[in-house]
Structure formats: C-alpha cells, structure tokens
C-alpha cells in the first residue's frame, strides 16, 4: 500500500502563487506515475499534471501548461506542484495521485489517492 498527503492548499488572490505538497509513504518503491488531479464545484475530477517517479518525465493539462511546475524529490518522497499566475477557475481541490505502472491522464489509472486540499483564488 502506498499513502499519500497533501498540504501547501490555501485561500490567494489572482495572479499569485501556491505551492503544493504530496509526502508519499508506505510502499513507495513500488511507484512509476505521480500525478496531480483536481475537481472544481459542480464538476468532475480532471488532470493537471504528472511526472515519473524515476525519469522525471513531466506532462500538463493545456490549461495549466506554462504556470504550474510538477517535481519530485526522490530522498524525501515528495512531490511539488508549483502553482504560479493563478486564476479563479483553478479554484478546486487538489488531490494526489500514484500509479505502479506509466499512468497518464485518467483517474483510473491511478490505484492510490490523497485526501486532498483545498486552493481558492479570489478575483
């Protein structure tokens, strides 16, 4: 098994940053896709970002491509999203998410989920 944690969410203003954390433990070796998943208000759970948990391959949701920043550290088992130029619609709360194999998009390839947190950006 494999637990995960996020912290980092909180309450800006548009234009601003947050940086996300995920603190993965328990079966951690047996991890190849991290990723980052988010559901706003009245709509289903969607992409964001992900990255391989040895490579380091990376790959974003158009929408956030070029102002949110996945990484890992691999000694802490951690993963970041950076969040950078927020808007009100990335207003959502943000989960993590680990798969045992190269996961991608779809939140049913990932077996493991986090509690999420919440990221509000006001206008």
């Known amino acids: 098994q494999v637990q995960l944690v996020e912290s980092g969410g909180g309450l800006v203003q548009a234009g601003g940053s947050l940086r996300l954390s995920c603190a993965a433990s328990?079966?951690?070796?047996?991890?190849?896709?991290m990723g980052w998943f988010r559901r706003a208000p009245g709509k289903e759970r969607e992409f964001v970002a992900f990255?391989?948990?040895?490579?380091?391959?990376?790959y974003y949701a158009d929408s956030v491509k070029g102002r949110f920043t996945i990484s890992r550290d691999n000694a802490k088992n951690t993963v970041d999203l950076q969040m950078n130029s927020l808007k009100p619609e990335d207003t959502a709360v943000y989960y993590c998410?680990?798969?045992?194999?190269?996961?991608?998009?779809?939140?049913?390839?990932?077996?493991?989920w986090g509690q999420g947190t919440q990221v509000t950006v006001s206008s």
């Open positions: 328990g079966r951690t070796f047996s991890i190849y896709t």
């Open positions: 998410a680990a798969a045992r194999n190269l996961a991608g998009i779809s939140t049913g390839a990932y077996g493991y």
């Open positions: 990255i391989t948990w040895g490579g380091g391959s990376t």
